[in-house]
């Protein structure tokens, strides 16, 4: 049964519950099949009343925060894996305790936190903690630069002149993060140059954690390709391997339902005026960028089919994605459903311009809808003082 947009608040974001059992199911194989770990990165997701779902399934999640990491202790029971690029002094003592993994990136990180790191193990010793080191293989086939952590200049790991021949004592990993929805062939080259670079090292370790991009639940996606490679590193190093995607999870299980709120003509093109923001709800289609596609609609205009630029309901004059054909003119009060819409958009939603955040809810394996959480005013005054 599909999914009754009618029943649903506007704007908001539907999860739905059966295509994310399916991704979770493939990628669970996946990690039985490969012998390795896969956890949920929540900078991709962190949709927590979905923890429970994502629980059945996987066995740990990845933070970039102390507030990442409370989520995944308080929703899903487990100690984070965290990395952040800089540590706070104030906020350490609470990563250690909340922790199972911690990567640093760069030496002088892990120098200025290694002795409370020893303390911490010392007072704590049936509190497992491993500790890591985030590198970089000076190789990605990210095409946006925003995206690629191995440009010049980028401030996310350590490459391999300025690390020892011999891992700093109590570092027991390597971490590295450079795919970006990419399929296994990526992988498979970026492997190369992370074994001819950090080679020893890996020999050293006790885990390497692959970082995120895996995008193991697009179709097309070479799975075994993605097995044999963790297979063959485990083995040839002796070491652990995690994986942690963020689109992988989410990928195409959702949409952002929204409604026309006014079409006008602007110097002979149409606009269609939606209750919903592409730089505040949904900033990667600009950041990217890329063009998301609508339920019934043409990604490109069709000669001789009504035709509409979409655009926001924020003042900023970007505020607009088009053009879009539909089979019969637009009009105030349609639906307008964008989407592949549940990675990487209520993680990044603002309240620019007091916009109203999206409702977010479910549809259900029983075919029906649960609003999980409206937003209003308070939200946007929470955020400013």
């Known amino acids: 049964m599909p999914v009754d947009y009618n029943q649903i608040p506007s704007p908001c974001f539907v999860l739905q519950e059966e295509l994310l059992r399916k991704n979770l199911e493939l990628i669970d194989s996946v990690q039985k099949q490969a012998g ?15 923890f429970p779902i994502v629980k059945e399934y996987l066995r740990g999640a990845t933070a970039s925060s102390l507030n990442e ?13 965290t990395y952040m690029p800089a540590y706070l002094d104030q906020e350490f ?11 640093f990136n760069s030496l002088s990180q892990w120098e200025r936190f290694s002795e409370r790191v020893t303390q911490f193990k010392a007072s704590n010793p049936d509190h497992a903690l491993s500790c890591g080191i985030r590198v970089n293989p000076q190789y990605s086939e990210v095409s946006t630069d925003m995206y690629n952590p191995c440009v010049p200049g980028s401030r996310l790991g350590v490459t391999r002149d300025k690390l020892p021949d011999i891992l700093p004592e109590g570092v027991e990993g390597i971490h590295f993060h450079t795919l970006c929805e990419n399929g ?8 190369a140059a992370l074994e001819e670079r950090f080679g020893d090292l890996l020999h050293q370790a006790k885990w390497l954690n692959m970082g995120g991009g895996h995008l193991m639940t697009r179709g097309g996606y070479d799975i075994e ?3 044999n490679l963790v297979e ?16 992988a999870i989410a990928w195409r299980t959702g949409e952002l339902v929204t409604t026309v709120l006014d079409v006008m003509d602007s110097q002979g093109i149409d606009v269609a005026i939606l209750d919903t923001s592409f730089a505040a709800h949904m900033p990667d289609t600009l950041e990217m960028p890329y063009k998301p596609a609508i339920v019934g609609a043409d990604m490109e205009a069709v000669s001789g089919k009504p035709t509409y630029r979409m655009g926001g309901m924020t003042c900023l004059a970007g505020d607009f994605i088009g053009d879009y054909s539909f089979d019969s003119p637009l009009k105030a009060g349609d639906r307008i459903v964008f989407e592949d819409m549940i990675h990487y958009t209520m993680v990044k939603t603002t309240t620019f311009n007091g916009v109203n955040l999206p409702s977010i809810g479910m549809w259900t394996k029983n075919q029906e809808f649960r609003l999980i959480r409206s937003f209003g005013y308070e939200s946007f005054k929470d955020r400013l003082s």
């Open 184 to 191: 296994s062939d990526t992988l498979e080259r970026t492997l």
């Open 232 to 247: 063959a590193i485990k083995a040839k190093y002796n070491l652990d391997v995690i994986l942690e995607p963020g689109s």
């Open 69 to 81: 990491i409370k989520l995944i202790n308080d929703f899903m029971g487990y100690q984070a894996h």
């Open 225 to 227: 390709k993605l097995i």
């Open 36 to 50: 390795c770990t896969i956890i949920l990165a929540l900078k991709g997701f962190s949709m927590y009343s979905a």
């Open 93 to 103: 003592a609470e990563v250690l305790e909340r922790s199972s993994h911690i990567t």
